[in-house]
């Protein structure tokens, strides 16, 4: 499988959308090269805007664009967005139930050498508590830019969160549909179901696979879209399959794990192991080791599985 | 200006005061010192400069208004009820339950183009309409009141930053200097001075003027649409209270409501006011 970083599918999204979008306005804030809103810049860059180094002010724009009509991107890393930017992204765009998109990159642990400070592990929390707020995580660079052009007929805020490092696209591109809010069932099973989101998803799958050779019949769900969730997919594994596992490269406590559980408490109790970041910061290293340091890779997956059976 | 239309402005902003004081006194809450003090920019504004028609209030060719200083709502409203968006009557549903004229401004009330109220947003949201206005083309311009206690948000700066990076000569921003926030003098609680000239070096074209002189407002738009390539900032001194005696450059009056005994007062000085001006 050829690797490829979801902000990638993020830049390239943008200019497909741009097609059947020509109002689309996009905003940057001094990260163009890394979210990759530069490769839209290039082809379009009488509708690429620089923020400067202002998120606050940068959501707040897109905002105002979003009030004309015109349909409009703010970008920068997860922890500046979500973070930063958290009370006018409230405030400016969710309140006044407004039309922007936030393309969010460098989520989640794996942006690596940058160690904690830029490590955001709680922006699925943050954005998902917003009324209004729709969560998207892709999980491949194909489902990546289906999403974003998926954006051309989907109103209201929009969370899209992209990760830094290159992981393996597992979608065909000419085949893949993205639609908002419908969980996919990547492999079916009775013993367990394994729910996972964004770059947790190709991991999930090669647990699978292992699991599978010690007779572990493991469903896997890929929850692309957080809020609204897939409640009826949740349900039904819970019930076919009684036991459920979430993996996700964000804290324990307001990601995919808190997303799915709050809806096993409601309509059908059953055991969920939540695997992510356990309330802690990260710290600098190399993206692949951190997410085996953190248990957030097939090994671990595996075990937690196995070990929540009784195998 | 011509006197008969300035003795008009008088009359209407006198109508937005008592509109003011009425939502409030019967909201038993809002802010009265802060909205009476722009209460003669935005009469001024919605009655002889902002394009708009309330019979059409989402018309895209608009100019757009944005009330940064969203707790001056009240001031707001009444200026939307004396333009015709919705009854002068309507005040007096001021923040209750199931009204449209929320604490602070809210982007579904007829007439309303952003909503504001978190301080140091708005001026953001003015900057992303005028850019969106350059990149179509659209006439329309936009208008930004900003509070002085608000513009010590950091945001409004990078906002400052902003529309003269991106040159937008179609955008107004209005700052209502009346002195004095919720803790005291602005100059004390932590000075915002000299603002003009922060503006100025921010790369804005920068007009002051009397906040309580229609002609010197009128003048000052007017030098504003002849600008080009840059942002204009109209920095208004103001009195914060303006119109009720006992309210006028009190610090007390920013954000709580009069009593029955207060609110005769206040509405008797009004109304005698503005009896004296029609007569």
């Not at chain 1, 289906?146 to 209201?156: H, I, K, P, R």
Request: net charge negative; with cysteine; hydrophobic share 40%.
């Amino acid at each position: 499988m050829e690797n490829k970083a979801t902000r990638e599918g993020y830049g390239e999204g943008l200019c497909a959308l741009a097609e059947v979008r020509p109002d689309l306005m996009v905003l940057d804030a001094d990260l163009a090269a890394a979210t990759k809103t530069s490769i839209f810049k290039k082809k379009y860059p009488e509708k690429h805007f620089d923020c400067g180094i202002a998120e606050a002010n940068m959501m707040g724009v897109a905002a105002g664009i979003a009030t004309t009509g015109k349909l409009v991107f703010a970008s920068s890393f997860a922890m500046f967005a979500a973070g930063r930017a958290f009370e006018i992204i409230r405030n400016s765009i969710c309140y006044p139930n407004l039309n922007v998109k936030i393309g969010a990159t460098h989520a989640g642990i794996s942006v690596g050498e940058d160690g904690a400070t830029h490590q955001c592990n709680e922006d699925i929390a943050l954005m998902r508590a917003i009324p209004n707020m729709t969560v998207i995580n892709p999980a491949d660079y194909v489902e990546a830019k289906a999403a974003v052009l998926a954006m051309a007929d989907y109103e209201g805020p929009t969370y899209m969160r992209f990760g830094r490092l290159a992981v393996p696209i597992y979608n065909d591109e000419s085949t893949y549909k993205f639609e908002v809010g419908k969980g996919i069932t990547i492999k079916d099973g009775k013993d367990v179901t394994i729910f996972a989101t964004g770059l947790m998803v190709a991991e999930a799958m090669e647990a699978a696979n292992a699991l599978h050779e010690q007779g572990i019949d493991a469903r896997i769900i890929n929850i692309h879209t957080i809020k609204p969730i897939d409640r009826d997919i949740i349900v039904k594994a819970a019930k076919e399959t009684g036991k459920i596992i979430t993996v996700e490269e964000h804290s324990v406590i307001g990601g995919l794990g808190s997303a799915v559980g709050d809806v096993v408490l409601e309509e059908c109790p059953v055991p969920v192991i939540k695997l992510g970041i356990k309330d802690v910061f990260g710290h600098s290293g190399p993206a692949k080791d951190l997410l085996k340091e953190y248990g957030l890779c097939a090994e671990n997956i595996v075990a937690v599985t196995k070990a929540t059976l009784g195998k | 200006m011509d006197k008969t239309i300035e003795k008009q402005l008088m009359i209407d902003a006198a109508k937005v005061r008592i509109g003011i004081i009425e939502g409030i006194h019967e909201a038993k809450a809002g802010h009265p010192g802060g909205s009476l003090s722009c209460a003669d920019l935005l009469t001024y504004l919605y009655t002889h400069r902002i394009n708009v028609d309330p019979q059409n209030p989402d018309d895209p060719n608009r100019d757009r208004l944005v009330m940064s200083k969203g707790h001056g709502a009240p001031a707001l409203y009444a200026a939307l009820a004396l333009r015709g968006f919705f009854p002068m009557e309507e005040m007096k549903t001021l923040r209750k339950i199931g009204s449209r004229l929320q604490g602070h401004p809210d982007i579904k009330t007829p007439g309303v183009d952003m909503s504001t109220g978190s301080l140091g947003q708005g001026i953001s949201a003015a900057c992303g309409m005028a850019l969106s206005a350059k990149v179509s083309c659209d006439p329309y311009k936009v208008y930004a009141v900003l509070g002085d206690g608000e513009i010590q948000e950091g945001e409004v700066w990078e906002a400052a930053m902003f529309a003269s990076h991106y040159q937008l000569d179609n955008l107004v921003a209005i700052i209502d200097n009346n002195g004095l926030q919720i803790d005291g003098k602005v100059s004390e609680v932590m000075s915002p001075y000299p603002i003009d000239e922060k503006f100025e070096a921010f790369g804005w074209h920068v007009i002051n003027i009397n906040g309580h002189d229609f002609g010197e407002m009128e003048k000052a738009f007017n030098e504003a649409e002849t600008v080009i390539q840059k942002p204009t900032v109209i920095v208004m001194r103001s009195t914060k209270g303006k119109g009720v005696s006992y309210m006028e450059n009190v610090v007390d009056w920013h954000g709580k409501a009069p009593n029955d005994e207060q609110y005769e007062t206040a509405i008797s000085e009004l109304k005698a006011y503005l009896a004296e001006l029609e007569k």
